[in-house]
T-cell receptor, first 117, second 118 residues
Framework: AQKITQTQPGMFVQEKEAVTLDCTYDTSDPSYGLFWYKQPSSGEMIFLIYQGSYDQQNATEGRYSLNFQKARKSANLVISASQLGDSAMYFCAMREVLTGGGNKLTFGTGTQLKVEL | KAGVTQTPRYLIKTRGQQVTLSCSPISGHRSVSWYQQTPGQGLQFLFEYFSETQRNKGNFPGRFSGRQFSNSRSEMNVSTLELGDSALYLC?????????????????FGAGTRLSVL
């Protein structure tokens, strides 16, 4: 079974600084996908960034980048130039391909990020 | 392009009642998945539908069921509600394309339905 571990329940960062949110994973599948989602207090889960297990380069999407270290099984999210609007819960997730031909996401417990002035 | 739409946003029910939640996926998306989010258990996979067929189901009792219509819209039903069913129910859609590495199918979520069982 796949497992996602996020060890930081809460993080604080000053506005305009960079912050790294940690994520480690465990899987025996050779092919997998890693995702980061942002969940504001409104509840909607917003897709941020994706990293495939065979991707040679770290994924980037605007101010978001993923520090993918396959040998260490880590997929940390880096947010550059933090903004007040970045305050939210952040979830790391892994895509598991199921035997029925479908798939599901396995989520970590999340990191609550607070951006301060 | 419209996102995933879930209705209603909020629901209050009493124990023993049943409830139906609705999800309209992004246009062109054929796969719909449902997740339950609670403070104690976090985010847990309920089931996934593709082309009106349930492909997979998570570890939930039979009181939780769902279906998908020919237009890819999906509903989930919870019968005989219990206090522990109080949660945020999230629906996600993805574009499952033949030949595309399955792991690359990104799931886009709706805003969720917040269910309170009294």
């Amino acid at each position: 079974a796949q497992k996602i571990t996020q060890t930081q329940p809460g993080m604080f960062v000053q506005e305009k600084e960079a912050v790294t949110l940690d994520c480690t994973y465990d899987t025996s599948d050779p092919s997998y996908g890693l995702f980061w989602y942002k969940q504001p207090s409104s509840g909607e889960m917003i897709f941020l960034i994706y990293q495939g297990s065979y991707d040679q380069q770290n994924a980037t999407e605007g101010r978001y980048s993923l520090n993918f270290q396959k040998a260490r099984k880590s997929a940390n999210l880096v947010i550059s130039a933090s903004q007040l609007g970045d305050s939210a819960m952040y979830f790391c997730a892994m895509r598991e391909v199921l035997t029925g031909g479908g798939n599901k996401l396995t989520f970590g417990t999340g990191t609550q990020l607070k951006v301060e002035l | 392009k419209a996102g995933v739409t879930q209705t209603p946003r909020y629901l209050i029910k009493t124990r023993g009642q049943q409830v139906t939640l609705s999800c309209s996926p992004i246009s062109g998306h054929r796969s719909v998945s449902w997740y339950q989010q609670t403070p104690g258990q976090g985010l847990q996979f309920l089931f996934e539908y593709f082309s009106e067929t349930q492909r997979n189901k998570g570890n939930f009792p039979g009181r939780f069921s769902g279906r998908q219509f020919s237009n890819s819209r999906s509903e989930m039903n919870v019968s005989t509600l219990e206090l522990g069913d109080s949660a945020l129910y999230l629906c996600a859609s993805s574009y499952t394309r033949g030949g595309l590495e399955p792991a690359k199918n990104i799931q886009y979520f709706g805003a969720g339905t917040r269910l309170s069982v009294l």
